[in-house]
């Protein structure tokens, strides 16, 4: 049980574009969701924190207009990674909690904007 | 502000023997401290997870302490093995419910 999924596992996209991310609970309902980036042998960096049909929370320093979250359900968040540029490839990983219970992450998606 | 740092930041080690992963973190008011491996390239697996009122979780050959007052951490595995050979974060949960993770420690067990 508690499985989270991303989708894609990886993407390239050119300099400018938007990609979108998603991370979906599938067995479970997930109150709260969060989102980490991960640059090369670093650790992993909290991005912002999604609750089930509110704005998220972003921390400091991460542009809310350039990562757009949505957490539409109760089993998907998404990422949207607005005109992206080089500095924006990096390790993308969400992860899903149940109340206060322990976090669960997903497999991580590889975004590299040439 | 709570801070979690892991040391050794790499380690290398022959086949069979002990590994000691250390990480403490800076304000010891948390709710749990959980260790976690990381593949290369995937998503974290969850390891051990220690409430603050543990003293320690095993798992198998793998046993963490958590030492709340002194802000330490330390993840034993036992006999390592070259499938061993990942990179460890510990990672607290504190106030805000968000997990503040260490830097990490690449390990590689050589066969």
């Known amino acids: 049980g508690a499985v989270v999924s991303q989708h894609p596992s990886w993407v390239i996209c050119k300099s400018g574009t938007s990609v979108k991310i998603e991370c979906r609970s599938l067995d479970f309902q997930a109150t709260t969701m969060f989102w980490y980036r991960q640059f090369p042998k670093q650790s992993l960096m909290l991005m912002a924190t999604s609750n089930e049909g509110s704005k998220a929370t972003y921390e400091q320093g991460v542009e809310k207009d350039k990562f757009l979250i949505n957490h539409a359900s109760l089993t998907l968040s998404t990422l949207t990674v607005t005109s992206a540029h080089p500095e924006d490839s990096s390790f993308y990983i969400c992860?899903?909690?149940?109340?206060?219970?322990?976090?669960?992450f997903g497999p991580g998606t590889r975004l590299t904007v040439t | 502000k709570q801070e979690v740092t892991q040391i050794p930041a790499a380690l290398s080690v022959p086949e069979g023997e002990n590994l000691v992963l250390n990480c403490s973190f800076t304000?010891?008011?948390?709710?749990?401290l959980q260790w976690f491996r990381q593949d290369p390239g995937k998503g974290l697996t969850s390891l051990l997870l220690?409430?603050?009122?543990?003293r320690e979780q095993t798992s198998g050959r793998l046993n963490a302490s958590l030492d709340k007052s002194s802000g330490r951490s330390t993840l034993y595995i036992a006999a390592s093995q070259p499938g061993d050979s990942a990179t460890y974060l510990c990672?607290?949960?504190?106030?805000?419910?968000?997990?503040?993770f260490g830097g990490g420690t690449r390990v590689l067990v050589k066969p």
């Open positions: 990672a607290v949960k504190a106030a805000g419910n968000k997990l503040t």
């Open positions: 220690i409430q603050s009122s543990q």
């Open positions: 304000d010891s008011a948390i709710y749990n």
């Open positions: 992860s899903a909690r149940v109340g206060g219970r322990e976090q669960y």
